[in-house]
């Protein structure tokens, strides 16, 4: 058969990057992204980007451990390139502070991000409310340019991007012979996926230049990210909370709680409020499954349902996706051969 045609549906972190693992797996297909939205409009714009992991669980933890290994090492190599700035992707150091010291003290990530301890006593000083902490170099991705670098990665690379919503997977199966499935929240209604559910995130974008160090409360609900233009303080997690308008009250809340780990924050200014729905699942929904209608066969491949960690995660699912692309096209052709025997 000719090189297969694949349609991406999403043009999220998770669409990109699958779309340019698959051309980079699979150099013989057409590969054609198909998005309602694009960046800056999409989750993956909203999100603060940094690299530790959450927990699916329902997936085993080697394979999250594996997940989060590529998808570390595939940006480290990124962030010591000559492409490190205009991708948006740096090092940086900081702290996981607990109140109480928790039952896991060390995560299944410790030997993936960089010069993973505990806090010294002296750091912990820092902190006068918190009893435990953890300090390590992890990964940031600022967003969108992280997003406009894999476009043009994307597009160096022959790939199509197109408008377009998609109703139904079933109405490509006339114009390509795979289609893979990227639309994260949207997958809810798209394949009607009930065991998909929305939390909801509300993030600040502050200018303050200063701020140098990550600080992350345990249990990940208040946040202090610096970025290379400014720095992302967070956050909510609302489940099943639908809403893209920012919350006023939420704002000042998410303010307050920063300045109690960062105090020198108040003299920081808002630069922005933004909000997404994190596409949740007990597990990432990574699967092959073929459609059929009056004997036609569509192959899909499944990549979405990422939550809390899209960003700690995507090369790695990306990868995996790609596999299951060209695990398809081997089945297509093993089909088509067979069929002119
Ligand atoms: P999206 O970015 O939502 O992309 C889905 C795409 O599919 C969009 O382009 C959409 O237009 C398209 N689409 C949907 N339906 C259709 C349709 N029917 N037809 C055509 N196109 C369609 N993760 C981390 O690892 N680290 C973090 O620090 C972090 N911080 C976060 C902070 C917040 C506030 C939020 C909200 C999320 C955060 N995340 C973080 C999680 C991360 O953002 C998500 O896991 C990730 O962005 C999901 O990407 P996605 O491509 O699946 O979804």
Redesign the pocket.
Known sequence: MAGPKVAV???????LSTALCITETCPSCSVTV?????SPN???D???????P?TYPDTPIHVQKQWFRETFSHLFAISNSAEASEAGIHLVSGWQIFKNTPKEQLPFWLDVVLGFRPMSEAELQKFPQHRFGQAFTTLKCDCPPYMLWLEKRLKASGVQICP????DLWELHSEYNIVVN??????H??VGDKKLFPVR???LKVQAPWVKNFIREGDGLTYI?PGIDSVTL??TREKDNWSLSPDPGTTQDIFDRCCSLEPSLRGAQVVKVKV????SRQSVRLQREVLSQGGVKLPVVHN?G???????VHWGTAKDAAYLVRECIAALQGSSSRAKL
């Open positions: 549906v999403g043009a999220g972190l998770i669409g198909l998005s309602d939205q694009f999409t989750t993956s909203v999100a603060a980007g940094i690299l530790i959450h377009r919503k998609v109703a990227c639309a994260g929240i949207g997958a209604q798209l995130g509300q993030v990210y967070g956050g997404g729905l994190r596409p979405y990422h939550g809390s960690g899209g960003f700690s």
